[in-house]
């Protein structure tokens, strides 16, 4: 069973940065995704950046310009540097990872989360 853990959350003010690491107990590069998902109280999860096995990121347009994720194969860790942070930004940020095992005509598609970090921003 593969577990994720999340650390790195915290107290920050308005324009301050954290960077949230997701230490992974397989091999990062066996996934075919992994992203940072974020979630605040009433609201449902969301994407807030994806990377994918070829190194290709996307994120949340909320993100873009601010966040960066990243990976680090040495210590099979993903990480998300988060900059200029907002009130809006504050939630608790959960690490996502997609496997495929198979062939295309059989493939079994596994999905793991690990147990969430929170983010506070405050002013």
């Known amino acids: 069973q593969v577990q994720l853990v999340e650390s790195g959350g915290g107290l920050v003010q308005p324009g301050g940065s954290l960077r949230l690491s997701c230490a992974s107990s397989?091999?990062?590069?066996?996934?075919?995704?992994m992203a940072w998902y974020h979630q605040s109280p009433g609201k449902e999860r969301e994407l807030v950046a994806a990377?994918?096995?070829?190194?290709?990121?996307d994120y949340s347009d909320s993100a873009k310009g601010r966040f960066t994720i990243y990976r680090d194969a040495a210590t099979n860790t993903m990480y998300l540097q988060m900059n200029s942070l907002r009130i809006e930004d504050a939630a608790v940020y959960y690490c996502?990872?997609?496997?495929?095992?198979?062939?295309?005509?059989?493939?079994?598609?596994?999905?793991?989360w690990g147990q969430g970090t929170q983010v506070t921003v405050f002013s």
């Open positions: 996502n990872a997609k496997k495929e095992v198979g062939p295309v005509e059989a493939v079994r598609k596994y999905e793991y």
């Open positions: 397989a091999r990062i590069f066996s996934f075919k995704e």
């Open positions: 990377i994918r096995s070829g190194g290709n990121a």
